[in-house]
Nanobody, 115 residues
Framework: QVQLVESGGGLVQPGASLRLSCAAS????????MGWYRQAPGKSREWVAH???????NYVDSVKGRFTISRDVAKNTVYLQMNSLKPEDTAVYYC?????????WGQGTQVTVSS
């Protein structure tokens, strides 16, 4: 059974930084691309970034230059470094495999950007 546990969210002011972590159990982490997704209030969940097993990364245009995705294979963990946060980044952030999410979603971690 695969488990995904996200952490690191919080309430921050515009311009601040946060680092999200996602610990993945099971064998999926080392063999699949991993992605970060987010769901803002009243909106559908959207893809934010992903990283392949070969460390190739890609981002949605709205976060390019501000967010950085990385992975630590030894720790089965994927990270999302978020800099220069904006109010429109407010959402619940989730991780999962990319491009096809695997199994159940984790509980997510809330990121709120507000002055």
């Amino acid at each position: 059974q695969v488990q995904l546990v996200e952490s690191g969210g919080g309430l921050v002011q515009p311009g601040a930084s946060l680092r999200l972590s996602c610990a993945a159990s099971g064998s999926i982490f080392s063999s699949r691309a991993m992605g970060w997704y987010r769901q803002a209030p009243g909106k559908s969940r959207e893809w934010v970034a992903h990283i392949t097993t070969g460390e190739i990364t890609n981002y949605v245009d709205s976060v390019k230059g501000r967010f950085t995705i990385s992975r630590d294979v030894a720790k089965n963990t994927v990270y999302l470094q978020m800099n220069s946060l904006k109010p429109e980044d407010t959402a619940v952030y989730y991780c999962n495999t990319f491009p096809v999410p695997y199994g159940a979603w984790g509980q997510g971690t809330q990121v709120t950007v507000s002055s």
